[in-house]
């Protein structure tokens, strides 16, 4: 039996529920300001998945990329959803949420 397609799908999984109190935590604590830190990541992942010999490896760390560059729009979603009342604001940060 060949287990890579599980093995990538449960990590994908893993990655994903990973990242969404990540984008959450950051909105919180930094605002939007990060959403650079979330590319930089996002294209050293994938640049670094296209020399990983290992098939698992390589759909492993190009999908933490994947999902930081999609952690962009996720963090300025997450901004919005804090002004409609979803998600609470950060009381240290109340001018923040006034631009």
Request: aromatic share 16%.
């Amino acid at each position: 039996m060949y287990f890579t397609g599980i093995i990538i799908a449960i990590s994908t999984f893993l990655v994903i529920g990973i990242f969404h109190p990540i984008v959450i935590k950051a909105e919180y604590y930094t605002g939007t300001r990060l959403w650079w830190l979330f590319l930089l990541v996002g294209l050293l992942c994938i640049g670094a998945a296209l020399f990983i010999e290992n098939a698992i490896l390589s759909a492993i760390v190009g999908v933490v990329g994947a999902s930081s560059l999609w952690g962009i729009g996720e963090l300025f979603e997450q901004r919005k959803r804090v002004l409609r009342g979803w998600f609470p604001k950060n009381p240290k940060r109340l001018d923040d949420y006034e631009r």
